[in-house]
């Protein structure tokens, strides 16, 4: 085992990475499944010498983490097929796209792995505020930039609180040497004027007059600011993505195993066990024939919508918690564009659109800036009405993104060449997004071993990170230690 580092020794949200040591003489391991579970708990094993195999479904390593790119195909169930046409080069992270600084499990094995990461621009000045519907007051269908909202609500509510002081109406606990720091402090910070201490639109803010302070809030603008960002979750600051795609990330773990350890096409159908060996029967989907192998241990790291229909020897209590976790019905939409016009023409450079319109999360790509052509994530979800959408064909999704986008960006027509669509819950091997964060006690049931097998996927994460790589992680972690413990003592 190599040394561990400071980064191993760090608890971020996945935990501790497991020290571990000795090497137990029966334990041939199985892992189903070659998503960032499976691919960091065979990781793991391989740095501790024990004999494993891995067993993937799919083509591919990743599960989950998936980018698209020109060449890329899938059927969806019952659904169409597609074919990704976009330049070389272009790319869209289907599933897992961003790591917070904080999910230090997963930012450690990039380090270690060698996978080049580049900042994730979760906040763009430049990038917009747009709200349809009467509740949006004065600024309904109005595009207001974020930097405008920033400078326009910061800087007025900084001239009350100076007018406020300045007529002793704050009951503050401050010496009157401290007032005056404390005014010097929100002239800065807002922007005011310093003769007058008035709030008035300035050069850095953009031009036109600023919106006033009461449609800013009706419109809802306000809802999204905060002093900093918070430690974790979708606003994070800063945020990574590997340099090339979310899949630089299990294909440096598959590299790290090695070719050999893994086999792909192997879709797994039943799983059976008793005291002595566990044995793995799969189709080989490219000759359809069956084949098993029998282990000493089988880690199951696949998703328990998968689970719940194989045949697999496990408690009736450990089914029921199987059958229990629910998984996120996510969509996303990639659309490949011919001129990067966000950046071209209205300075954009990565980001979010922040918008009430049915396609919810609107993204700019955080790489390849100032290069010809462009992905745009054009429709990203999880609920709500507009998800009744996917059901339809896949013309009429790009149609619904692009009538509503235009209404933010009229060149989106124009630019637009072609999409990519993904529905996770019409994508075999898935059949559902992230998993759906599980009260305790279903997760302390997920992850009791029994007998010869143990579940290692993203949904028994003994902390509330399911929903992420680091949950997967931190799954991977737990089975490890389990199966070590287990494997030590027989
Ligand atoms: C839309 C979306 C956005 C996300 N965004 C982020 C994000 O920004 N950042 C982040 O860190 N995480 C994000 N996540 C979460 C993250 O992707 C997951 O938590 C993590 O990848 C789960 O890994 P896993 O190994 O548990 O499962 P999976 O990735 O589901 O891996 C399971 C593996 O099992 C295989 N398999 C399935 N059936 C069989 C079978 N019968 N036989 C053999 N193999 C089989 C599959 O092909 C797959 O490779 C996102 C997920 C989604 C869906």
């Known amino acids: 085992m190599t040394a561990l580092s400071s980064w191993d020794l760090m608890a971020g949200p996945a935990g501790t990475r497991p020290v571990l040591s000795g090497r137990p003489r029966n334990a041939k391991v ?26 993937e479904a799919r083509d591919r390593v990743g599960g989950l983490v998936w980018t698209v790119h020109g060449g890329t195909t899938h059927t969806e169930i019952g659904g169409e097929h597609q ?9 869209l992270n289907a599933g897992a796209w961003r790591i917070p600084y904080t999910h230090t499990g997963v930012l450690n094995y990039c380090k270690e ?31 207001v930039r974020l930097g405008e909202v920033k400078a326009d609500i910061v800087g007025q509510v900084n001239e009350l609180l100076v007018k406020a002081i300045d007529q002793h109406s704050l009951d503050l606990p401050l010496t009157a040497e401290d007032q005056e720091r404390l005014v010097g402090f929100l002239v800065a910070q807002g922007y005011l004027d310093r003769k007058d201490r008035r709030y008035r639109a300035f050069a850095d803010r953009g031009p036109g007059d600023p919106y006033q302070l009461s ?19 979708i606003t994070t600051a800063p945020m990574f993505h590997p340099v090339g795609g979310m899949e630089q990330i299990p294909k440096a773990f598959a590299r790290a195993i090695g070719p050999s350890r893994i086999t792909f096409n192997a879709e797994v159908h039943s799983v059976r066990q008793d005291d002595h060996a566990a044995t793995v029967a799969y189709r080989d989907t490219k000759t359809g024939r069956t084949r098993t192998l029998t ?14 229909g ?21 969509a996303k939409a990639g659309l490949g564009m011919k001129r990067r016009f966000w950046e071209e023409d209205d300075q954009i450079f990565g ?29 990203y979800l999880h609920s709500g009405p507009a998800v009744t959408l996917m059901d339809r064909p896949i013309g009429e999704r790009v149609e619904h993104v692009l009538t509503h986008s235009s209404k933010v960006h009229p060149q989106m027509r124009r630019e637009f060449e072609s999409a990519y669509c993904v529905w996770w819950r019409k994508v075999e091997y898935s059949r559902g997004g992230f998993a759906n964060a599980a009260p305790l006690a279903r997760r302390a049931q997920l992850s009791k071993f029994e007998n010869r097998l143990l579940i290692g996927s993203a949904a028994t994460a003994p902390h509330s990170e399911p929903d992420w790589q680091e949950g997967a992680i931190a799954a991977a972690w737990q089975a490890l230690t389990s199966l070590h413990e287990h494997a030590m003592r027989s």
């Open 83 to 91: 074919q990704c046409t976009w330049d070389e080069g272009l790319w």
């Open 30 to 55: 199985l892992i189903l499944g070659a998503g960032i579970s499976g691919l960091a708990l065979g990781y793991e094993l391989s740095r501790l010498g024990y004999d494993f195999h891995v067993l």
């Open 310 to 330: 194989l045949d697999c020897q496990l408690s009736a209590e450990m089914m029921a918690a199987v059958r229990a976790t629910t998984y996120s019905n996510s």
């Open 351 to 379: 980001g979010h659109l922040y918008s009430n319109l049915p396609i919810g999360e609107f993204s700019y790509p955080s790489t390849g800036y100032f290069s010809r052509k462009g992905v745009l994530l054009g429709f």
């Open 295 to 308: 282990a000493d241990y089988v880690v199951v790291c696949l998703p328990l919508s998968i689970v719940a």
């Open 215 to 233: 449609a800013l809030l009706k419109a809802g603008f306000g809802d999204r600011l905060r002093s900093i960002s918070p430690r974790d979750g």
């Open 113 to 143: 792995l060698g996978v080049p990461l580049e900042i994730f621009v979760n906040e763009a000045d430049a990038s917009y505020f747009y709200r349809e519907g009467a509740d949006a007051g004065s600024l309904a269908n109005t595009r």
